[in-house]
């Protein structure tokens, strides 16, 4: 999925020129245009333009896609419930296993008004000067979800 590739390309790019994506994904310049502008209608990317570069981006409602479509193919959650609660950081959902157990489903959301100088108090982004907030978001995720295995 061209969703994919959009997020590899979110590693290193803010903005992700159609000519790199059409090259990750093995696609023609017009078949990768024609998904991404299905994806833009379910506003699942956005396309943005600046003065030196022109593109797509993943917003917080494809990458959540990503996540429920990985989760889902790996069978861990068969279905999404009602919202639990949001804070400065996540949004976290009911969500139910094959098996009918039910367990929280934690969304991480950096970059939030509230949460700006996370990019001053927190190690995730290293040594880089520019990174993606969805990308810090999953950083953020992966760490958390490491400590929760250890616990």
């Known amino acids: 999925m061209i969703a994919n590739q959009v997020e590899m390309g979110m590693k290193n790019h803010e903005i992700i020129p159609v000519s790199l994506l ?3 994904a093995s696609l023609k310049h017009g078949g990768c245009n024609k998904i991404l502008r299905e994806l833009v209608k379910h506003k699942l ?24 479509k990985t989760l889902c193919s790996r069978e861990v959650i068969i279905s999404v419930g009602n919202q639990m609660g949001v804070g ?5 959902y009911i969500v139910a296993s094959p098996n009918e157990e039910q367990y929280a489903l934690k969304l991480h959301r950096l970059g939030r008004t509230s949460f700006r100088n996370l990019k001053n108090k927190r190690d995730y982004h290293k040594h880089r000067k520019n990174m993606s907030w969805l990308y810090l978001s999953r950083l953020s995720a992966m760490k958390e979800f490491a400590y929760m295995k250890v616990m």
């Open 88 to 92: 400065k950081e996540s949004d976290i």
């Open 45 to 68: 990317v956005v396309y943005e333009r600046t003065k030196t570069v022109q593109g797509y981006r993943l917003n917080y409602g494809g990458y959540d896609y990503l996540a429920l």
């Open 22 to 24: 059409s090259s990750i």
